[in-house]
C-alpha cells in the first residue's frame, strides 16, 4: 500500500510541473515571432497611471489577432516603449534591459501564455470585433487594431514585487 502511494505521489510530482508550464514549442514560438512586428500608437496619456493606445495584432482568424494586439500592448509597455504624442512624452520601456524578456523567458511565457495574467493590465476600449480600416485581411489571416487602456503604472508595480 505505501509503495503505491508513494508511486501516485511521484506521478503527481513529476507530471503537476508538465501541467502548469505545458505549452508546445510550437506555441512558445509563436509567441516569441509574435513580438517581433506589432504596430503601436499612443493616443491618449490619463493622470491615474494609465495610456491609452491603438496597438495591431495578426492572426489566422480575427479572433487570435484581437488576442494577440492585447499581448502586444503589454509586451510592447514592457519592452519597447510607448511612442509620445502632441500632447504627451513617449514612456520608455518598463525594462531598461534589452535581455529582459530572455533572462527571465520561464516568467514571460507564464505571464503570456500559461497564467494569461497580461490580460489584468489592459482594457480594451474597442466595442465588438474591429471593422473597417481597423480589420485588414492579409495574407495567412488578419491583421486588426484595438483600442486599449494600459495600466501602465500597476503593470510596472507587477514587475517589480515580482522580482
Known sequence: MKKSLLHIVIALLV???VSLFGQSKREIKALMESFENYE???VKVAVDGTKFVKVWGYGKKVDDAIVQAKKNAVHASL???LPGMESAMAAPPIFKDPNAFDNNKDYFIDFFLT???YIKYINVTTDGVPSGQD???VRGGYK???YVQVMFDNLRDKME???
Open 15 to 17: 507530471a503537476l510541473p
Open 135 to 137: 480589420r485588414r485581411q
Open 40 to 42: 503601436v500608437t499612443t
Open 144 to 146: 486588426v487594431a484595438l
Open 115 to 117: 497564467a494569461g495574467e
Open 161 to 163: 514585487s515580482d522580482g
Open 79 to 81: 519592452f519597447r516603449g
